[in-house]
């Protein structure tokens, strides 16, 4: 489910949709009157179609039909048609280029089935985690002692099953925060230009001229493409073919292996320190953000550098990133238990008791604590006393009551307390005059909403003037970009009628069906009777049978006629007419005939025998 965060940026979004289609189609409406008024009146106007067309020139034309905005530009064909010259000069260039696209090729081929293999796989396990929560039943719960930490646990133990399945959908406000839509969206339309840039690049290798290159934009969708002339593809050999609808997801593949090769090796680890950037995700995490809608709004101050949950610094071998990650994921609940704080027991039981035995608390800033030890009492205390003291109190923690002595005891957060600590440390750029380095806020609440609601990275700024979320912004984009170009070519590569996979299956189909279709013998008309020379005997007397057989078939449908009735396979050879065929006075009366050189044999595309027979 949405957020409240995330319902006001939906509402947001579609508000400024609405605008903006709004906006465009009303300039539309007013570009068709103006082009009414200065033209002159026409019969026919009134039963013509609007016309799409907002902008036209010599090389450009934008038009809007449907909610589908498109922008077509001829300038790119210049570019493309110098491409096609300097390859044309370098054979050794185009030779190579051509060997590396055959690659993309046999790549494409593998990718289809690839895709084909995944969607099917990702079905199979969706049907199962289906079947597999239908079957299982579930505890019943009484509605009076559940809680929101039972409800949420539910919640997970459902879509864990179908977390595991081969194919994640990005759904932006569900499987990614809605405020993330301008990158995928960005991310997106960088993969698709990169896939339209192959086609081009093989279209270039093979000769095709380039007709025309734009841009789309569908509601909210953006997309890419690039046109070339019907004729010039269709006549190309199948091994062009293939290279060229294969070219595409052959260039996301290969910028998702540079992508990954790049993140592998550390470049942000060069480019940020230069940039005035210090790398802390050894040890901490840099708020970038926090939400508006979340209480650590206000809290939380953006460029401070959270190193501690709880108890757990976050140093460690792996990273920051992955330990913080570890703390906060909702299956954080099987960590160990934290140590407790020392509290006089008098003290202690004089507390109120309200907050353990209701579901609401008196004071909404208490929580039930409840002491360590084998005499179990639940009391409620202000969190801060112990999570955020004075700094003229010492708590001291302990893990039993032992630890603290006489007429004291150890007293923690009960179990179903989500109580938080998170510790951070602020740059010399952000304290107040005698302010400290360190601050404490303290979290009362599911502890995973926090990775919803913040923002951390990993770069923070040596100084104040610098944008403190750019290194968080921009590795963001670089994970979207690398998963919306491997996605572009597994998704390109589907065998669908409107994708390059419905393409290159067509081009497999016409290969495989060229490779099936024989080759048909010329075989002279003089020995199609008599038996063709280098068979053998039996194949001669299999074939002068079969003439025989359609011989005496014809003779029996028309007496009187001498004439043979030529099988398909014979007129599949020599498709020639025998009715009355006529040179210097004599008529052809059979095959024989047809060796004189006064007689013509005439060609049809349909065998003139097998449409109506000899007349007589």
Same mark, same amino acid.
């Given at each position: 489910m949405?957020?409240?965060s995330?319902s006001t940026?939906?509402r947001s979004?579609?508000?400024?949709l609405v605008?903006?289609?709004v906006l465009?189609?009303?300039l539309r409406?007013?570009?068709?009157?103006?082009?009414?008024?200065?033209?002159?009146?026409?019969?026919?106007?009134?039963?013509?179609?609007?016309s799409?067309?907002?902008?036209?020139s010599?090389c450009t034309?934008?038009t809007?039909?449907?909610c589908h905005?498109?922008?077509?530009?001829?300038a790119w064909n210049a570019?493309?048609q110098?491409?096609?010259?300097?390859?044309?000069k370098?054979?050794d260039?185009?030779?190579a280029l051509?060997?590396?696209y055959?690659?993309?090729s046999?790549l494409g081929i593998?990718?289809?089935?690839?895709?084909?293999s995944?969607?099917?796989?990702?079905?199979?396990?969706?049907?199962?985690?289906?079947?597999n929560s239908?079957t299982?039943?579930?505890p019943?719960?009484?509605t009076?002692?559940?809680?929101?930490?039972?409800t949420?646990?539910v919640?997970?133990?459902?879509t864990?099953?179908?977390?595991?399945?081969a194919?994640q959908?990005?759904?932006?406000g569900?499987?990614t925060?809605?405020?993330?839509?301008p990158?995928?969206l960005?991310?997106?339309?960088?993969?698709?230009?990169?896939?339209e840039?192959?086609?081009?690049?093989a279209?270039a290798?093979?000769?095709v001229?380039?007709?025309s290159?734009g841009?789309g934009?569908?509601?909210i969708l953006p997309?890419?493409?690039?046109?070339?002339?019907?004729e010039?593809?269709?006549s190309?050999?199948?091994?062009?073919r293939?290279?060229l609808i294969s070219?595409?997801?052959?260039?996301n593949l290969?910028?998702?292996?540079?992508?990954?090769?790049?993140a592998?090796?550390?470049?942000s680890a060069?480019?940020?320190?230069?940039?005035?950037?210090r790398?802390?995700?050894q040890?901490?995490?840099?708020?970038?953000?926090v939400?508006e809608?979340?209480?650590l709004y206000?809290?939380?101050?953006?460029?401070?550098?959270?190193?501690k949950?709880?108890?757990?610094a976050l140093a460690s071998?792996?990273g920051a990133?992955?330990?913080w990650?570890t703390?906060?994921? %909702?299956? @954080? $609940?099987?960590? #160990?238990?934290s =140590?407790?704080?020392?509290?006089? +027991?008098?003290w202690?039981?004089a507390?109120?008791v309200?907050c353990?035995?209701?579901?609401r608390?008196?004071?909404?800033?208490?929580s039930?604590f409840a002491?360590v030890?084998e005499?179990?009492?639940?009391h409620?205390v202000?969190?801060?006393?112990f999570?955020?003291p004075?700094?003229t109190?010492?708590m001291r923690r302990?893990?039993?009551?032992?630890?603290?002595?006489?007429d004291?005891?150890c007293?923690?957060?009960r179990g179903?307390q989500e109580?938080?600590?998170?510790?951070?440390?602020?740059?010399?750029?952000?304290?107040t005059?005698g302010g400290d380095?360190?601050?404490?806020?303290?979290?009362?609440g599911?502890?995973?909403?926090?990775?919803e609601?913040?923002?951390?990275g990993?770069w923070? %700024?040596? @100084? $104040?003037?610098l #944008?403190?979320g =750019?290194?968080f912004?921009?590795? +963001?984009?670089?994970?979207?970009l690398?998963m919306l170009?491997?996605?572009l070519?597994?998704?390109?590569l589907?065998?669908l009628?409107?994708?390059?996979g419905g393409?290159l299956?067509?081009?497999l189909?016409?290969a495989?069906?060229a490779?099936?279709?024989?080759?048909?013998d010329v075989?002279p008309?003089s020995?199609?009777?008599?038996?063709?020379?280098?068979r053998?005997?039996?194949?001669?007397?299999?074939l002068?049978?079969?003439?025989?057989e359609?011989?005496a078939h014809?003779?029996?449908a028309?007496?009187?006629s001498s004439?043979?009735?030529l099988?398909p396979?014979?007129h599949?050879?020599?498709?020639c007419?025998l009715?009355?065929l006529c040179?210097?006075g004599e008529?052809v009366?059979s095959?024989?005939?047809?060796d004189k050189?006064?007689i013509r044999?005439?060609r049809y595309s349909?065998?003139?025998l097998?449409?109506?027979?000899?007349?007589?």
């Amino acid at each position: 489910m949405f957020s409240d965060s995330d319902s006001t940026d939906a509402r947001s979004l579609f508000f400024c949709l609405v605008v903006f289609w709004v906006l465009l189609y009303a300039l539309r409406e007013s570009l068709l009157r103006a082009r009414r008024i200065s033209a002159l009146p026409s019969l026919t106007s009134s039963a013509r179609a609007p016309s799409t067309e907002l902008f036209r020139s010599s090389c450009t034309r934008i038009t809007l039909d449907r909610c589908h905005l498109r922008y077509q530009s001829t300038a790119w064909n210049a570019l493309h048609q110098s491409s096609l010259a300097r390859l044309a000069k370098r054979g050794d260039w185009r030779r190579a280029l051509q060997g590396a696209y055959d690659v993309g090729s046999v790549l494409g081929i593998l990718g289809m089935l690839g895709s084909v293999s995944l969607l099917l796989w990702t079905t199979a396990q969706l049907f199962a985690s289906v079947y597999n929560s239908s079957t299982t039943s579930s505890p019943v719960v009484p509605t009076a002692n559940i809680r929101k930490r039972d409800t949420f646990a539910v919640e997970q133990s459902s879509t864990d099953l179908g977390s595991k399945a081969a194919l994640q959908l990005i759904i932006p406000g569900l499987t990614t925060p809605l405020h993330h839509l301008p990158l995928l969206l960005v991310a997106l339309l960088t993969a698709q230009v990169v896939h339209e840039c192959g086609h081009a690049v093989a279209a270039a290798l093979d000769g095709v001229p380039l007709t025309s290159a734009g841009l789309g934009l569908t509601v909210i969708l953006p997309s890419a493409f690039v046109a070339f002339p019907t004729e010039e593809t269709e006549s190309l050999p199948l091994r062009s073919r293939t290279r060229l609808i294969s070219a595409g997801a052959f260039h996301n593949l290969m910028f998702w292996l540079v992508l990954s090769a790049a993140a592998w090796l550390g470049t942000s680890a060069l480019v940020w320190p230069v940039l005035g950037y210090r790398d802390v995700g050894q040890y901490g995490r840099v708020v970038v953000g926090v939400d508006e809608m979340s209480p650590l709004y206000g809290h939380l101050p953006v460029g401070a550098v959270i190193y501690k949950v709880g108890d757990d610094a976050l140093a460690s071998p792996k990273g920051a990133a992955t330990k913080w990650e570890t703390l906060l994921s %909702p299956g @954080s $609940s099987r960590i #160990p238990r934290s =140590l407790g704080w020392c509290a006089e +027991t008098s003290w202690f039981t004089a507390q109120d008791v309200s907050c353990c035995t209701t579901r609401r608390s008196t004071v909404s800033s208490q929580s039930c604590f409840a002491t360590v030890g084998e005499s179990r009492l639940e009391h409620c205390v202000d969190p801060l006393r112990f999570l955020q003291p004075a700094e003229t109190e010492s708590m001291r923690r302990c893990a039993s009551a032992a630890e603290c002595g006489h007429d004291h005891s150890c007293v923690r957060p009960r179990g179903d307390q989500e109580l938080l600590s998170l510790t951070m440390y602020l740059p010399p750029w952000m304290r107040t005059d005698g302010g400290d380095a360190e601050r404490t806020v303290v979290w009362q609440g599911d502890r995973s909403e926090i990775l919803e609601e913040v923002d951390v990275g990993d770069w923070l %700024p040596r @100084s $104040s003037w610098l #944008p403190m979320g =750019l290194p968080f912004l921009w590795a +963001t984009f670089y994970s979207y970009l690398k998963m919306l170009t491997l996605s572009l070519y597994f998704f390109n590569l589907l065998p669908l009628p409107f994708l390059d996979g419905g393409q290159l299956f067509d081009v497999l189909h016409d290969a495989w069906a060229a490779h099936r279709t024989p080759e048909l013998d010329v075989v002279p008309l003089s020995r199609m009777e008599e038996g063709e020379e280098g068979r053998s005997p039996i194949e001669n007397s299999s074939l002068g049978r079969a003439t025989q057989e359609k011989k005496a078939h014809f003779r029996r449908a028309h007496p009187g006629s001498s004439l043979p009735v030529l099988g398909p396979s014979e007129h599949a050879k020599a498709h020639c007419s025998l009715s009355r065929l006529c040179h210097d006075g004599e008529e052809v009366q059979s095959l024989r005939d047809l060796d004189k050189p006064s007689i013509r044999c005439t060609r049809y595309s349909t065998p003139p025998l097998l449409a109506g027979g000899l007349p007589h």
